[in-house]
């Protein structure tokens, strides 16, 4: 493992379903329940839906958290949860939910907006904690991966998307090395 680069355990992008981010909320609801059912069904592999501009480049991905940021317009104004709850200031946190009135209108009231947005409205792009370059090699994922919780990193050649290193896929792979070098099977 020690020698694997994330080339090696990638899943390019063009494996994945995919959005425009001209779409409205709706159009992504309803591509991620699609993309879900065809994963289920075992149509395909892949059920994280990627997001791309109008050039048709890959610029991040959508998941029903995100459904949830898009719906509630405030979440954009806060990203300081996961650091303030790391240091021991989650007693600050419970009080910025007051103060940006988060969830406060009526859950009505947002549906009804929800037609009124698109995807290029909420959607944020990959952050540096959830990208890697092809050539990186897999130790930097691990640390990625155990220390931001993202279930998926953008892999990147310069400046392009070109795919994306599942947590799951790292997992699976680590599974078989750990199993080989200790001479057992887990599963029996």
Same mark, same amino acid.
């Not at 159009?27 to 059920?47: H, N, P, T, V």
């Not at 946190?93 to 007051?98: A, D, F, G, I, R």
């Given at each position: +493992?020690?020698? +694997?680069?994330? $080339?090696?355990?990638?899943?390019?992008?063009?494996?994945?379903?995919?959005?425009?981010?001209?779409?409205?909320?709706?159009?992504?609801?309803?591509?991620?329940?699609?993309?879900?059912?065809?994963? +289920?069904?075992?149509?395909?592999?892949?059920?994280?839906?990627?997001?791309?501009?109008?050039?048709?480049?890959?610029?991040?991905?959508?998941?029903?958290?995100?459904?949830? $940021?898009?719906?509630? !317009?405030?979440?954009?104004?806060?990203?300081?949860?996961?650091?303030? !709850?790391?240091f021991?200031?989650?007693?600050?946190?419970?009080? +910025?939910?007051?103060?940006?009135?988060?969830?406060?209108n009526?859950?009505?009231?947002?549906?009804?907006?929800?037609?009124?947005?698109?995807?290029?409205?909420f959607?944020?792009?990959?952050?540096?904690?959830?990208?890697?370059?092809?050539?990186?090699?897999?130790?930097?994922?691990?640390?990625?991966?155990?220390?931001?919780?993202?279930?998926?990193?953008?892999?990147?050649?310069?400046?392009?998307?070109?795919?994306?290193? !599942?947590?799951?896929?790292?997992?699976?792979? !680590?599974?078989?090395?750990m199993?080989?070098?200790?001479? $057992?099977?887990?599963?029996?």
């Amino acid at each position: +493992m020690d020698k +694997m680069k994330v $080339r090696d355990l990638m899943v390019l992008t063009d494996r994945f379903p995919r959005i425009s981010d001209q779409a409205d909320y709706f159009d992504a609801l309803a591509a991620l329940e699609k993309a879900q059912q065809k994963y +289920m069904a075992k149509e395909s592999e892949q059920r994280i839906l990627l997001v791309e501009n109008e050039k048709g480049k890959v610029i991040g991905k959508l998941s029903p958290i995100d459904l949830f $940021r898009g719906l509630e !317009t405030n979440y954009g104004r806060v990203n300081a949860e996961e650091t303030l !709850t790391r240091f021991g200031f989650d007693y600050i946190w419970k009080s +910025m939910e007051k103060d940006y009135n988060l969830w406060e209108n009526p859950f009505k009231d947002l549906c009804h907006k929800a037609k009124d947005i698109r995807i290029r409205d909420f959607m944020k792009e990959p952050s540096k904690g959830q990208s890697v370059h092809a050539d990186d090699n897999l130790l930097r994922c691990f640390h990625l991966f155990v220390m931001n919780r993202h279930d998926a990193l953008f892999v990147f050649d310069k400046d392009e998307i070109i795919g994306l290193l !599942t947590f799951s896929d790292v997992f699976q792979k !680590t599974s078989q090395v750990m199993k080989a070098c200790s001479g $057992r099977s887990i599963l029996k």
